[in-house]
């Protein structure tokens, strides 16, 4: 009798245990299950995206964009806009009006104005980034409109204001093109003081994810990018470059590129005025217009004038 009941105890107990123990399984199962059918909403929601953005979204390229200048193009760096005026699209008012510009071959060109005058814009449409409503820019005589953008967008040296990282190794993100060696980019980032910093975290092959420079750093990496994209380009493009950098960081920056690209034609949009004051002219926008070009000699001479005001003099 005790016998039989110890056996009734022991199997029920067992029973318990195995209910307790699919129990268990089931809820892992279940909430696999739901995690799994997230995933696959969040998939088919980015797919029909994706659908719509090629159903609904123009190609960016226009059949007219088939002429290829050259390798060595641009070569010397002349930048002449004439009547142009562009527009983000097209219900908006423009967003620059009838910009009449000739920038010569290594000129140093300081571009600023209010919030909304026309800055960004301007480099964004040299960049193809903005349409074109009237008018053209032509680069050492060739009008970009004939130009496929992306080759023409790889025909510039640029720094934005926030540098961009990839997710892979500093050999890829400083020379994305592989068209440097690695002595050059070596060289390069050994020039804005990178190399000690990199090289005890792996060298070219360590990936710059898993070791995430500082806000500083990742410019100074971006002006080591556009010195080895400047060697084979005429035009660099600053879009703020300096602006979420300290003072320090600044005038390294500002020193290093008087230095490797006092050859080049540089188009600088400025948030620090005093990073301009050593241009060979200023462009002052306003409301997508021209306001004051000359230089900051000139303009801070000029009773009343713009440049003269923002300078606080």
């Not at 002429?67 to 908006?92: C, R």
């Not at 990282?165 to 050999?171: D, K």
């Not at 600053?238 to 690209?261: H, P, Y």
Request: glycine share 8%; charged share 20%; hydrophobic share 40%.
């Amino acid at each position: 009798m005790t016998l039989a009941i110890e056996l009734r105890s022991s199997t029920s107990g067992a029973l318990l245990a195995i209910a307790l123990i699919n129990l268990m399984t089931f809820t892992s199962n279940l909430g696999q299950g739901v995690q799994a059918f997230t995933q696959l909403e969040i998939s088919l929601g980015a797919i029909a995206r994706i659908r719509s953005f090629a159903a609904t979204i123009a190609p960016e390229h226009q059949p007219n964009e088939v002429y290829a200048p050259g390798p060595t193009w641009p070569s010397q760096g002349t930048i002449k806009f004439s009547q142009l005026s562009a527009a983000y699209n097209n219900t908006t008012a423009p967003a620059l009006s009838s910009i009449d510009l000739d920038i010569l071959p290594g000129q140093k060109i300081g571009i600023c104005g209010r919030t909304g005058s026309g800055k960004s814009t301007i480099l964004a449409t040299l960049l193809r980034l903005v349409e074109i409503s009237s008018g053209t820019i032509s680069i050492d005589g060739v009008d970009i409109a004939t130009i496929p953008r992306s080759l023409l967008r790889s025909s510039f040296a640029a720094i934005p204001q926030e540098s961009f990282i990839l997710a892979g190794s500093v050999r890829i993100n400083a020379d994305p093109t592989n068209e440097s060696t690695d002595d050059a980019i070596t060289a390069a980032l050994e020039n804005v003081g990178l190399w000690d910093v990199i090289s005890t975290r792996g060298g070219l092959d360590a990936t710059l994810v898993d070791h995430p420079l500082s806000q500083g750093q990742q410019q100074l990496f971006g002006l080591a990018r556009a010195m080895l994209r400047g060697a084979r380009s005429k035009i660099l493009i600053l879009d703020e470059a300096t602006s979420n950098v300290d003072r320090d960081t600044d005038k390294v920056m500002q020193r290093i590129i008087r230095q490797e690209f006092k050859e080049h034609t540089i188009l600088t949009v400025a948030h620090r005025l005093e990073t301009i004051m050593d241009s060979d002219r200023v462009l002052v926008l306003e409301k997508g217009q021209v306001l004051e070009f000359g230089s900051p000699e000139e303009l801070l001479a000029k009773e009343g004038g713009a440049f003269r005001e923002m300078y606080g003099k």
